[in-house]
Protein backbone atom coordinates (compact mmCIF):
# COMPACT_ATOMS: atom_id res chain seq x y z
CA UNK A 1 0.00 0.00 0.00
CA UNK A 2 1.40 3.45 -1.03
CA UNK A 3 2.17 5.74 1.81
CA UNK A 4 -0.61 8.40 0.36
CA UNK A 5 -3.23 5.54 0.65
CA UNK A 6 -2.31 4.63 3.63
CA UNK A 7 -2.76 8.01 5.29
CA UNK A 8 -5.97 8.42 3.40
CA UNK A 9 -7.02 5.06 5.26
CA UNK A 10 -6.07 6.46 8.53
CA UNK A 11 -8.12 9.43 8.07
CA UNK A 12 -11.36 7.70 6.83
CA UNK A 13 -11.34 5.28 9.09
CA UNK A 14 -9.33 6.06 12.58
CA UNK A 15 -9.67 9.71 12.93
CA UNK A 16 -12.55 9.61 15.65
CA UNK A 17 -15.94 11.16 15.26
CA UNK A 18 -18.12 12.07 18.17
CA UNK A 19 -21.10 13.42 18.99
CA UNK A 20 -20.49 15.03 22.19
CA UNK A 21 -20.16 18.90 22.73
CA UNK A 22 -18.49 21.00 24.78
CA UNK A 23 -18.26 25.05 26.26
CA UNK A 24 -16.83 27.06 28.94
CA UNK A 25 -17.93 27.88 31.91
CA UNK A 26 -16.89 31.31 33.45
CA UNK A 27 -17.38 32.82 37.44
CA UNK A 28 -18.26 35.98 37.73
CA UNK A 29 -19.39 38.04 40.94
CA UNK A 30 -22.07 40.39 41.65
CA UNK A 31 -21.30 41.84 45.10
CA UNK A 32 -18.59 39.24 46.15
CA UNK A 33 -21.42 36.70 45.01
CA UNK A 34 -19.94 33.90 43.10
CA UNK A 35 -22.93 33.30 39.73
CA UNK A 36 -21.62 30.84 36.85
CA UNK A 37 -22.36 31.28 32.73
CA UNK A 38 -22.23 29.04 30.54
CA UNK A 39 -21.09 30.26 26.93
CA UNK A 40 -22.14 29.56 23.66
CA UNK A 41 -22.96 30.59 20.11
CA UNK A 42 -26.38 31.58 19.29
CA UNK A 43 -28.23 33.18 16.46
CA UNK A 44 -27.20 34.18 12.12
CA UNK A 45 -24.52 35.36 12.46
CA UNK A 46 -23.54 33.64 15.31
CA UNK A 47 -22.58 35.68 18.44
CA UNK A 48 -21.05 34.49 21.45
CA UNK A 49 -23.48 34.67 24.87
CA UNK A 50 -23.28 34.15 27.84
CA UNK A 51 -26.05 32.66 29.71
CA UNK A 52 -26.26 32.13 33.34
CA UNK A 53 -25.57 28.27 34.45
CA UNK A 54 -28.94 26.75 35.89
CA UNK A 55 -29.14 23.13 36.05
CA UNK A 56 -32.32 23.08 37.80
CA UNK A 57 -33.78 24.81 35.06
CA UNK A 58 -36.34 23.48 32.26
CA UNK A 59 -35.80 25.21 29.20
CA UNK A 60 -32.95 27.57 27.93
CA UNK A 61 -34.37 31.21 28.57
CA UNK A 62 -33.10 34.54 26.51
CA UNK A 63 -34.01 37.97 27.25
CA UNK A 64 -34.62 38.68 24.12
CA UNK A 65 -37.51 40.97 24.36
CA UNK A 66 -35.99 44.14 22.75
CA UNK A 67 -32.72 44.31 20.94
CA UNK A 68 -32.91 40.66 19.46
CA UNK A 69 -31.78 40.49 15.68
CA UNK A 70 -31.37 37.06 14.38
CA UNK A 71 -31.55 36.51 10.52
CA UNK A 72 -33.14 32.45 11.71
CA UNK A 73 -35.21 33.40 14.71
CA UNK A 74 -38.81 32.33 15.09
CA UNK A 75 -41.67 32.44 17.59
CA UNK A 76 -43.16 29.10 18.25
CA UNK A 77 -47.22 29.04 16.83
CA UNK A 78 -49.28 28.42 19.17
CA UNK A 79 -51.07 25.54 17.83
CA UNK A 80 -48.14 23.57 16.86
CA UNK A 81 -46.93 20.01 17.68
CA UNK A 82 -43.82 21.92 19.05
CA UNK A 83 -45.93 23.86 21.30
CA UNK A 84 -48.57 20.91 22.18
CA UNK A 85 -45.23 18.94 23.07
CA UNK A 86 -43.75 21.94 25.21
CA UNK A 87 -47.46 22.59 26.98
CA UNK A 88 -47.38 19.01 28.09
CA UNK A 89 -45.91 18.64 31.31
CA UNK A 90 -47.66 22.19 32.20
CA UNK A 91 -50.05 22.91 34.95
CA UNK A 92 -52.10 24.90 32.10
CA UNK A 93 -54.30 24.44 29.37
CA UNK A 94 -53.41 22.39 26.39
CA UNK A 95 -55.82 23.71 23.85
CA UNK A 96 -54.72 27.01 22.19
CA UNK A 97 -57.05 29.87 23.18
CA UNK A 98 -55.73 32.89 20.42
CA UNK A 99 -57.90 35.57 22.88
CA UNK A 100 -55.64 34.22 25.63
CA UNK A 101 -52.50 34.81 23.65
CA UNK A 102 -53.39 37.71 21.35
CA UNK A 103 -50.74 39.74 23.63
CA UNK A 104 -47.81 37.79 21.83
CA UNK A 105 -49.52 37.23 18.17
CA UNK A 106 -50.91 34.10 18.77
CA UNK A 107 -47.54 32.32 20.04
CA UNK A 108 -46.85 29.15 22.02
CA UNK A 109 -47.05 30.53 25.59
CA UNK A 110 -45.14 28.24 28.21
CA UNK A 111 -45.37 28.65 32.65
CA UNK A 112 -43.71 29.70 34.36
CA UNK A 113 -43.46 33.30 33.91
CA UNK A 114 -45.83 33.52 30.81
CA UNK A 115 -42.85 33.42 28.40
CA UNK A 116 -43.61 33.00 24.40
CA UNK A 117 -41.45 30.08 22.96
CA UNK A 118 -38.88 30.74 20.22
CA UNK A 119 -36.78 28.97 17.90
CA UNK A 120 -33.09 30.11 16.71
CA UNK A 121 -29.56 28.59 15.47
CA UNK A 122 -27.33 27.84 18.35
CA UNK A 123 -23.79 26.25 18.18
CA UNK A 124 -21.22 24.17 20.03
CA UNK A 125 -17.38 22.72 19.48
CA UNK A 126 -17.66 19.21 19.26
CA UNK A 127 -14.94 17.34 21.64
CA UNK A 128 -13.00 14.17 22.12
CA UNK A 129 -12.76 15.07 25.99
CA UNK A 130 -9.11 16.27 25.25
CA UNK A 131 -10.32 19.27 22.66
CA UNK A 132 -12.52 21.28 21.48
CA UNK A 133 -13.07 21.11 17.40
CA UNK A 134 -15.35 22.81 14.76
CA UNK A 135 -18.16 24.23 15.32
CA UNK A 136 -21.75 22.55 15.13
CA UNK A 137 -24.80 23.98 14.62
CA UNK A 138 -28.21 23.00 16.19
CA UNK A 139 -30.61 24.99 13.62
CA UNK A 140 -34.00 24.16 15.77
CA UNK A 141 -32.76 25.66 18.89
CA UNK A 142 -35.61 25.73 21.03
CA UNK A 143 -35.81 28.58 24.03
CA UNK A 144 -38.21 30.43 25.79
CA UNK A 145 -38.23 34.14 25.47
CA UNK A 146 -37.90 35.47 29.33
CA UNK A 147 -36.14 37.79 31.56
CA UNK A 148 -35.66 34.70 34.16
CA UNK A 149 -32.06 35.11 34.38
CA UNK A 150 -32.51 39.24 35.56
CA UNK A 151 -34.96 38.16 38.59
CA UNK A 152 -32.45 35.52 39.35
CA UNK A 153 -29.78 37.90 39.49
CA UNK A 154 -32.35 40.83 40.98
CA UNK A 155 -31.26 42.66 37.80
CA UNK A 156 -27.88 42.41 37.69
CA UNK A 157 -24.85 41.81 35.58
CA UNK A 158 -27.60 42.66 32.51
CA UNK A 159 -24.81 43.56 30.54
CA UNK A 160 -22.84 39.80 30.88
CA UNK A 161 -25.79 37.73 31.17
CA UNK A 162 -27.98 37.30 28.16
CA UNK A 163 -30.46 34.38 29.81
CA UNK A 164 -29.83 31.39 31.33
CA UNK A 165 -29.06 27.85 29.86
CA UNK A 166 -31.88 24.94 31.50
CA UNK A 167 -30.01 21.83 32.15
CA UNK A 168 -33.09 20.35 34.17
CA UNK A 169 -34.51 17.31 33.45
CA UNK A 170 -36.40 17.98 30.79
CA UNK A 171 -37.15 16.88 26.92
CA UNK A 172 -36.70 20.89 25.99
CA UNK A 173 -33.12 21.56 28.51
CA UNK A 174 -30.25 22.44 26.56
CA UNK A 175 -28.41 19.19 27.13
CA UNK A 176 -31.88 17.00 25.80
CA UNK A 177 -31.31 19.02 22.56
CA UNK A 178 -27.48 19.32 22.17
CA UNK A 179 -26.97 15.78 22.94
CA UNK A 180 -28.32 13.47 19.65
CA UNK A 181 -26.47 9.62 21.38
CA UNK A 182 -26.21 10.31 24.89
CA UNK A 183 -28.46 11.31 28.15
CA UNK A 184 -25.46 12.50 30.18
CA UNK A 185 -23.90 15.90 30.76
CA UNK A 186 -20.87 16.43 33.01
CA UNK A 187 -20.09 20.32 34.81
CA UNK A 188 -16.45 21.52 35.97
CA UNK A 189 -16.93 24.67 37.52
CA UNK A 190 -13.79 26.70 38.14
CA UNK A 191 -13.02 28.42 41.09
CA UNK A 192 -11.36 31.36 39.30
CA UNK A 193 -12.98 34.36 36.98
CA UNK A 194 -10.15 34.43 34.95
CA UNK A 195 -9.81 30.93 33.89
CA UNK A 196 -13.18 28.86 32.62
CA UNK A 197 -13.80 25.84 33.71
CA UNK A 198 -15.84 23.10 31.15
CA UNK A 199 -19.29 21.50 30.56
CA UNK A 200 -19.62 18.49 28.27
CA UNK A 201 -22.55 16.99 26.82
CA UNK A 202 -23.28 13.74 25.48
CA UNK A 203 -19.69 12.30 27.02
CA UNK A 204 -19.67 9.71 29.39
CA UNK A 205 -15.74 9.59 29.10
CA UNK A 206 -12.92 10.70 28.82
CA UNK A 207 -12.52 14.05 30.54
CA UNK A 208 -8.72 15.37 29.90
CA UNK A 209 -7.16 17.50 32.55
CA UNK A 210 -3.62 19.04 32.53
CA UNK A 211 -1.01 17.21 32.93
CA UNK A 212 -3.10 14.40 31.08
CA UNK A 213 -5.60 13.28 33.73
CA UNK A 214 -8.64 11.01 32.77
CA UNK A 215 -10.92 12.66 35.51
CA UNK A 216 -13.58 9.78 34.50
CA UNK A 217 -10.97 7.14 35.98
CA UNK A 218 -11.53 9.05 39.54
CA UNK A 219 -15.63 9.38 39.60
CA UNK A 220 -17.73 7.95 42.74
CA UNK A 221 -21.39 6.95 41.78
CA UNK A 222 -24.88 7.68 43.88
CA UNK A 223 -28.11 7.37 42.45
CA UNK A 224 -30.07 10.63 41.17
CA UNK A 225 -33.70 11.14 42.25
CA UNK A 226 -36.34 13.30 40.70
CA UNK A 227 -38.89 15.47 41.98
CA UNK A 228 -42.39 13.42 42.43
CA UNK A 229 -46.01 14.84 43.97
CA UNK A 230 -45.58 14.83 47.59
CA UNK A 231 -42.16 14.32 47.80
CA UNK A 232 -42.27 18.13 49.73
CA UNK A 233 -45.11 18.88 51.89
CA UNK A 234 -44.40 22.71 52.45
CA UNK A 235 -47.14 25.10 50.51
CA UNK A 236 -44.84 27.74 50.07
CA UNK A 237 -42.09 25.86 48.17
CA UNK A 238 -42.35 26.84 44.26
CA UNK A 239 -43.08 23.15 42.81
CA UNK A 240 -41.97 24.30 38.95
CA UNK A 241 -38.41 25.25 40.10
CA UNK A 242 -38.25 21.98 42.12
CA UNK A 243 -39.85 19.65 39.29
CA UNK A 244 -36.78 19.59 37.02
CA UNK A 245 -33.89 19.89 39.39
CA UNK A 246 -31.25 16.70 40.37
CA UNK A 247 -31.39 15.37 43.68
CA UNK A 248 -29.39 13.17 45.85
CA UNK A 249 -29.71 11.45 49.29
CA UNK A 250 -27.57 12.41 52.09
CA UNK A 251 -27.43 10.50 55.25
CA UNK A 252 -25.17 11.51 57.53
CA UNK A 253 -22.61 14.69 57.38
CA UNK A 254 -19.12 13.82 58.80
CA UNK A 255 -16.93 16.33 60.50
CA UNK A 256 -13.83 15.88 61.32
CA UNK A 257 -14.81 12.06 61.89
CA UNK A 258 -17.80 12.74 64.22
CA UNK A 259 -21.25 11.82 62.46
CA UNK A 260 -24.39 14.13 62.14
CA UNK A 261 -27.16 11.53 61.17
CA UNK A 262 -29.55 13.39 58.97
CA UNK A 263 -31.96 10.01 58.11
CA UNK A 264 -31.04 10.72 54.24
CA UNK A 265 -32.32 13.80 53.53
CA UNK A 266 -33.09 14.50 49.93
CA UNK A 267 -30.40 17.14 48.44
CA UNK A 268 -30.53 19.58 45.32
CA UNK A 269 -27.66 20.20 43.36
CA UNK A 270 -27.50 23.88 42.43
CA UNK A 271 -25.36 26.32 40.19
CA UNK A 272 -27.62 28.96 41.01
CA UNK A 273 -27.17 28.98 44.86
CA UNK A 274 -23.90 30.37 45.78
CA UNK A 275 -23.50 28.49 49.09
CA UNK A 276 -24.87 25.31 50.26
CA UNK A 277 -28.45 25.87 52.11
CA UNK A 278 -29.20 23.76 55.12
CA UNK A 279 -32.53 23.65 56.84
CA UNK A 280 -32.36 25.01 60.37
CA UNK A 281 -32.30 22.16 62.43
CA UNK A 282 -29.42 20.24 60.62
CA UNK A 283 -27.52 23.86 59.86
CA UNK A 284 -27.30 23.94 63.84
CA UNK A 285 -26.14 20.29 64.23
CA UNK A 286 -23.13 21.41 61.71
CA UNK A 287 -22.46 24.55 62.70
CA UNK A 288 -22.30 23.16 66.91
CA UNK A 289 -19.94 20.51 65.45
CA UNK A 290 -17.78 22.71 63.47
CA UNK A 291 -17.16 25.03 65.80
CA UNK A 292 -16.16 22.52 68.29
CA UNK A 293 -13.32 20.85 66.32
CA UNK A 294 -12.38 24.01 65.28
CA UNK A 295 -11.39 24.90 69.29
CA UNK A 296 -9.56 21.46 69.29
CA UNK A 297 -7.69 22.60 65.83
CA UNK A 298 -7.11 26.32 67.95
CA UNK A 299 -8.36 28.19 65.25
CA UNK A 300 -9.28 31.72 66.44
CA UNK A 301 -13.15 32.81 65.59
CA UNK A 302 -14.15 36.49 64.58
CA UNK A 303 -16.82 37.77 64.52
CA UNK A 304 -19.04 36.55 61.34
CA UNK A 305 -20.05 38.04 58.06
CA UNK A 306 -23.76 37.59 57.14
CA UNK A 307 -24.81 35.23 55.69
CA UNK A 308 -22.40 33.34 57.31
CA UNK A 309 -22.30 32.05 60.89
CA UNK A 310 -18.99 30.89 61.60
CA UNK A 311 -16.03 32.83 60.94
CA UNK A 312 -11.90 32.69 61.70
CA UNK A 313 -9.23 34.87 61.92
CA UNK A 314 -7.13 33.99 58.54
CA UNK A 315 -4.16 34.31 59.91
CA UNK A 316 -4.31 31.56 62.38
CA UNK A 317 -4.85 29.28 59.64
CA UNK A 318 -2.69 27.18 57.67
CA UNK A 319 -3.41 27.02 53.97
CA UNK A 320 -2.49 23.70 51.76
CA UNK A 321 -3.37 22.71 48.28
CA UNK A 322 -6.57 21.63 49.27
CA UNK A 323 -7.39 24.99 51.03
CA UNK A 324 -7.41 26.35 54.54
CA UNK A 325 -6.58 23.22 57.49
CA UNK A 326 -9.85 23.31 58.83
CA UNK A 327 -12.31 20.66 59.98
CA UNK A 328 -12.55 18.14 57.26
CA UNK A 329 -16.18 17.57 56.00
CA UNK A 330 -17.93 14.41 54.51
CA UNK A 331 -21.06 13.58 53.10
CA UNK A 332 -21.99 9.90 53.33
CA UNK A 333 -24.60 9.20 50.42
CA UNK A 334 -27.41 6.51 50.68
CA UNK A 335 -25.26 3.64 48.97
CA UNK A 336 -22.25 4.85 51.27
CA UNK A 337 -20.03 6.70 48.61
CA UNK A 338 -18.46 9.66 50.61
CA UNK A 339 -18.04 13.26 48.72
CA UNK A 340 -15.04 14.71 50.58
CA UNK A 341 -14.95 18.30 51.21
CA UNK A 342 -11.91 20.02 52.28
CA UNK A 343 -10.89 23.20 52.72
CA UNK A 344 -11.31 25.23 49.11
CA UNK A 345 -15.07 23.94 48.91
CA UNK A 346 -15.97 24.82 52.46
CA UNK A 347 -14.54 28.08 53.54
CA UNK A 348 -14.77 31.32 51.87
CA UNK A 349 -12.14 34.17 51.83
CA UNK A 350 -13.47 37.55 53.59
CA UNK A 351 -11.26 40.61 53.27
CA UNK A 352 -12.81 43.41 54.30
CA UNK A 353 -12.16 46.75 55.69
CA UNK A 354 -10.01 45.61 59.01
CA UNK A 355 -11.30 41.98 57.92
CA UNK A 356 -9.57 39.06 56.84
CA UNK A 357 -11.18 35.78 57.94
CA UNK A 358 -12.46 32.43 56.49
CA UNK A 359 -16.06 31.66 57.07
CA UNK A 360 -17.68 28.37 56.86
CA UNK A 361 -19.82 29.09 53.65
CA UNK A 362 -23.07 27.23 54.50
CA UNK A 363 -26.13 29.30 55.30
CA UNK A 364 -29.32 28.89 57.45
CA UNK A 365 -32.13 27.81 55.36
CA UNK A 366 -34.59 28.27 58.17
CA UNK A 367 -37.02 26.27 59.98
CA UNK A 368 -38.80 23.35 57.42
CA UNK A 369 -37.22 24.79 54.30
CA UNK A 370 -37.39 22.43 51.33
CA UNK A 371 -35.20 20.49 50.37
CA UNK A 372 -33.54 20.30 53.25
CA UNK A 373 -30.10 20.12 51.57
CA UNK A 374 -29.05 22.32 48.55
CA UNK A 375 -25.52 22.10 47.58
CA UNK A 376 -24.07 25.41 45.96
CA UNK A 377 -22.17 26.66 43.47
CA UNK A 378 -19.25 27.32 46.30
CA UNK A 379 -19.25 24.04 47.00
CA UNK A 380 -19.13 22.68 43.51
CA UNK A 381 -16.06 24.50 42.15
CA UNK A 382 -13.09 22.39 41.31
CA UNK A 383 -15.15 18.83 41.20
CA UNK A 384 -16.22 16.96 38.48
CA UNK A 385 -20.17 16.18 38.11
CA UNK A 386 -21.71 13.93 35.51
CA UNK A 387 -25.56 13.90 35.04
CA UNK A 388 -26.49 10.62 33.81
CA UNK A 389 -30.19 11.20 33.81
CA UNK A 390 -30.59 7.59 31.70
CA UNK A 391 -28.59 5.88 34.43
CA UNK A 392 -29.99 7.77 37.15
CA UNK A 393 -26.61 8.58 38.32
CA UNK A 394 -24.38 11.46 39.58
CA UNK A 395 -20.71 10.90 39.28
CA UNK A 396 -18.37 13.01 41.51
CA UNK A 397 -14.67 13.51 41.55
CA UNK A 398 -14.08 16.02 45.24
CA UNK A 399 -12.13 18.21 44.56
CA UNK A 400 -9.63 18.04 41.70
CA UNK A 401 -7.04 19.10 44.00
CA UNK A 402 -6.15 16.57 45.40
CA UNK A 403 -5.25 14.76 42.01
CA UNK A 404 -3.06 18.28 41.83
CA UNK A 405 -5.64 19.62 38.64
CA UNK A 406 -8.31 22.17 38.37
CA UNK A 407 -11.47 22.58 36.25
CA UNK A 408 -9.23 25.43 34.72
CA UNK A 409 -7.12 22.68 32.90
CA UNK A 410 -9.11 21.64 30.33
CA UNK A 411 -7.23 22.46 27.28
CA UNK A 412 -9.61 24.47 25.37
CA UNK A 413 -6.91 24.38 21.91
CA UNK A 414 -9.03 23.51 18.72
CA UNK A 415 -8.16 20.85 17.27
CA UNK A 416 -10.22 20.65 13.67
CA UNK A 417 -9.65 16.78 13.19
CA UNK A 418 -12.32 16.17 15.52
CA UNK A 419 -15.25 15.12 13.28
CA UNK A 420 -18.81 15.07 14.18
CA UNK A 421 -21.17 12.04 12.98
Given at each position: ???????????L???????????P???????N??????????????????????????????????????????????????C???????????????????????????????????????????????????????????????????????G??????A????????????P?Q??????????????????????????????????????????????????????????KT????????????V????????????????T????T???????????????????K??????L????????????????????T?????V????????????W??F?K?????????????????????????????????????????????G?????????L????????N?????????K??
Amino acid sequence: MSPSILLLFLFLFVTPSFSAFVAPITKHHVHNTPFYTLKLQLKTPMQPTFLLLHIGATYTAVNCHSNYTSTTSRPVPCNSSLCHSLRSNQLISKKCDITTNAAVGGNCVISPHKSFAMVDSLALQATDGRNPGKLTTFPEFVFTCSDESSRLLKGRAKKVVAGLAGLGVSNYSLPAQVSTNSSVFSLCISGSPSAPGVAFFGLDKPYYFFPGLDVSNHLSYTPLFSYHPGIFTNRKTETKQLKDGYYIKVKSIIINGKPININQKLTMISTTNPYTVLERTIFRAVTVEFKKESRTMKLKSVKPVKPFKLCYEADGVLETHLGPTVPQIKLVMQNDVVWRVFGKNSMVRIVDEGLDAWCLAVVDGGVGSVPAMVIGGHQLEDNLLQFDYGKKTLGFSSTLLQYKTLCANFNFSTNNAIKVF
